[in-house]
């Protein structure tokens, strides 16, 4: 008889979306915060969740301390029997959000960061922001 493994919980984010292969994987966590490819939205978002749960002290009351969790993403459309909704990061399962947590919150800030700056903000290139005279 095989020892059991340790029990991990998943963090799921339920799509009704058509599903596109692509959201499942991501070369890196840097690959994540790329201006302009929308193609891991659904990863970073899931992810996102990941961090709240961790952040949230009632709700991670419910993971017992130390216990891996991790995201997954099960879209409605596709059968289930037959879809692994784990993701994918740098070729790899993302098996326990820990790993990464602190390198992600890191880089998450520091988009959040950017975003909420009075300085230009590369995602808009050169447009103007609403209620700001243009800059010299």
Known sequence: REPQSETAYRIADYKTGGFKE?????????????????????FLQ??????????DAEVSKLIPKGAPYYPVLFYTQK??????????????PLRDFAAVKDEFAAKLREMV????????FPMLGSAELPGRSPQK
């Open 22 to 42: 692509k959201s499942m994987t991501a070369d890196s966590l840097d690959a994540l915060f790329t201006v302009g490819d929308t193609k891991t939205g659904n």
């Open 79 to 92: 059968n289930l029997d037959k879809f692994d909704p784990h993701l994918s990061l740098g070729g790899e």
């Open 113 to 120: 960061t950017q975003i909420l700056s009075t300085e230009d």
């Open 46 to 55: 899931t992810l996102i969740y990941c961090l709240a749960v961790s952040a």
